[in-house]
């Protein structure tokens, strides 16, 4: 009985060390794949996260690699907020698989934040993309990293709307669109976050925002504005023509009357023609 226990017991321990051998594995070629994938001009990543020290928990003194517990590889959260990175969204990241933050703040990424984010970084609670050169749309996916309760994108260059999937996202509770070219009406779910989570996007309307009506009706007014100044500026010009040519009628004045005459006749003429058919 007490060595069938024994026997269980070492096998679960087998287990549990071989499977988190195997994950934290998978943190540290993460990390690899994250160094590699992004530029780092100022070479900080490059100086910080050397691979070469393979001992538990190496990688948690790695610039920016928050760990679960200081000597085991697995990574909590990734805080690379202000370094100077570039290119693209971090590949990779699939096999950080208990990571819960990311934070790319600040930064000179670029191009779309991938469609298929869900599924690479599942278990985030906090997203941080704000500051960068982030452009595309919001994946609409997003609404499947089901603890996501901090989503700032503010400052970056997204188009399109924001997608009404969002409302699935139960535990938000930190929400920023601002400073994109996002368009269209904000989900109704969303209308709780303050007007600065939205501002500085100029196609953006609905409620906490002006609605979305009385925007469509400034822009015609402004387009009837427009249209009744176009015409006052061809009147103007029209009548500063017309004050030029008028001033200068008199010296031509006779021969003008010859033609309007000679036209007159013309007219009398076909019409005396066509009266007498
Ligand atoms: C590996 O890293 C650990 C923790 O940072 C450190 O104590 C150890 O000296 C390092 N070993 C080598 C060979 O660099
Ligand atoms: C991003 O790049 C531009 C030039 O390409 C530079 O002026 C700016 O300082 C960079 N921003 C950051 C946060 O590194
Ligand atoms: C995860 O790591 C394995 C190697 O350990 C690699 O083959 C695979 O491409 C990585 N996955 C991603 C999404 O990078
Ligand atoms: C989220 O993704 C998982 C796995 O990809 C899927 O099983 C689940 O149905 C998705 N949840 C929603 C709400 O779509
Ligand atoms: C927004 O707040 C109001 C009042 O606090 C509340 O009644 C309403 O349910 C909230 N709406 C959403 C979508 O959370």
């Known amino acids: 009985m007490t060595d069938h226990f024994a026997l269980g017991l070492g096998a679960l321990l087998l287990l549990l060390l071989s499977t988190s051998c195997f994950s934290s594995e998978l943190d540290v070629q993460c990390l690899r794949d994250v160094q590699k994938s992004v530029i780092d001009p100022n070479g900080i990543l490059k100086s910080s996260w050397i691979f070469d020290n393979g001992t538990a928990g190496f990688i948690c003194k790695f610039t920016g690699v928050e760990c679960w517990h200081p000597d085991e590889n697995r990574v909590l959260a990734l805080r690379l907020s202000n370094l100077g990175l570039q290119g693209p969204f971090p590949k990779g990241l699939k096999n950080c698989t208990s990571m819960t933050g990311l934070d790319l703040s600040s930064n000179n990424f670029t191009g779309a934040i991938p469609s298929d984010i869900e599924q690479q970084v599942p278990y985030l609670t906090s997203l941080d993309l704000s500051y960068n050169g982030f452009s595309g749309g919001i994946p609409i996916l997003i609404y499947n990293i089901t603890y996501l309760n901090t989503l700032n994108l503010q400052h970056n260059q997204l188009s399109g709307e924001i997608p009404g999937q969002l409302s699935a996202l139960a535990r938000l509770q930190v929400f920023n669109v601002a400073d994109n070219r996002l368009s269209g009406t904000i989900p109704s779910s969303l209308r709780n976050f303050s007007v600065s989570n939205f501002a500085g996007n100029e196609g953006l309307c609905g409620p906490p925002l002006g609605d979305c009506q009385a925007s469509a009706k400034s822009k015609s007014t402004a387009a009837i504005i427009g249209a009744v100044i176009g015409v006052v500026v061809v009147v103007i010009i029209g009548a500063i023509v017309v004050f030029f040519c008028l001033r200068r009628i ?13 036209w007159a006749k013309s007219i009398k003429g076909t019409k005396t023609i066509k009266a007498s058919h």
């Open 250 to 262: 008199p010296a031509k004045k006779k021969a003008k009357d010859e033609d309007d005459n000679k």
